[in-house]
């Protein structure tokens, strides 16, 4: 049998996904149904209890595949990014409306009506997606109208399909958000969420995890001794790391240093680091 990284392919020794039979070991196959996750943000969890640890998060309007349904967990695969894990069965919804626009702010509130004095009604992140099907105007404010009835701030969306033209200054967009580790939305977000999440809204889709990136994102890089190669856009890598450079000597990351999304210097950051877990490991330019 050809291994298989356990995050990226549903299988376990009992149950598997059938796009895996004839590769992977398993008592059962099944086909994965589709859903979509109905809450702002859903923790997909190594294991099927509260306890467990969260590896990563999915997103308002995010398709999954479900693969197995049991004591209120739901086992699934991402559709996006191919992340594998638990949610809470009530996360998920059908997919009754195909989505039309994604939020392109890091944060924005749901209102139950076409009025920003209305109490809200709820709070979404970059990168969820939602379908608009009118438009309303309020006191000169426009606002996006949702299947629900709910409506949003028409300018903190824009079309599926429209890219930002650089990740970089989308990353810049959350200086100051929360750490998290696992996290992937405005409400708090880990290193390589941050790049995950401002590659897609810029139009590249690439893995989740650091070591995915580490391996996949872009070419590989030879930065200089004294690190003049490096330019806005590259990533810098270390154990179980990331940043992106802002220009050739200052990064953004989110780090458990400041506990949010900050600016470091490059030279400043590997000295930090370098006690504690070694100097860089790779730099890459996507």
């Known amino acids: 049998m050809t291994a298989h990284d356990a995050r990226l392919h549903a299988f376990r020794s009992d149950l598997a996904d059938a796009r895996l039979k004839g590769e992977v070991a398993a008592d059962r196959f099944v ?3 589709p859903a979509r996750i109905s809450v702002p943000v859903a923790d997909i969890r190594k294991a099927p ?27 699934i695969q991402a559709e996006r990014d191919g992340y594998v894990g638990y949610v809470a069965d009530t996360m998920l919804g059908g997919l009754d409306h195909a989505p039309t626009h994604i939020v392109s702010v890091p944060r924005t509130f749901l209102y139950p009506g076409p009025d920003l ?23 000169g404010t426009h606002y996006a109208l949702l299947p ?16 930002a033209g650089d990740y970089v200054s989308v990353a810049e ?15 708090g977000i880990d290193c ?7 590659m897609r809204m810029a139009g590249r889709e690439v893995l989740r995890d650091s ?14 001794a004294d690190f003049s190669g490096l330019r806005r856009g590259d990533l810098v890598f270390w154990k179980g790391h990331v940043a992106i450079m802002t220009d050739d000597q200052t990064m953004i990351h989110a780090n458990g240093h400041t ?8 030279k400043e950051a590997i000295a930090r680091i370098g006690y504690l877990y070694g100097g860089p490991t790779g730099f890459r330019r996507p």
């Open 49 to 75: 209890k509260l306890e467990s640890g969260v590896n990563t998060q999915a997103l308002f309007g995010d398709d999954v595949l479900v693969f197995e349904d049991r004591e209120g967990w739901a086992w």
């Open 117 to 139: 004095r209305f109490p809200i009604a709820g709070q979404l992140s970059m990168g969820s997606t939602v379908t608009v099907t009118g438009a309303a105007e309020t006191r």
């Open 31 to 33: 086909a994965g149904r």
């Open 148 to 163: 629900s009835g709910e409506a949003m701030i028409a300018g903190h969306l824009r079309p599926i399909g429209e890219v």
């Open 192 to 198: 390589s969420g941050l790049v995950q999440l401002a």
């Open 211 to 224: 070591d995915m990136q580490a391996a996949s994102v872009g070419e590989p890089l030879e930065p200089g």
């Open 173 to 187: 967009t959350f200086l100051g958000t929360p750490y998290l580790w696992g996290g992937v939305s405005g409400f």
């Open 259 to 266: 506990m949010l999304v900050s600016r470091e210097g490059l």
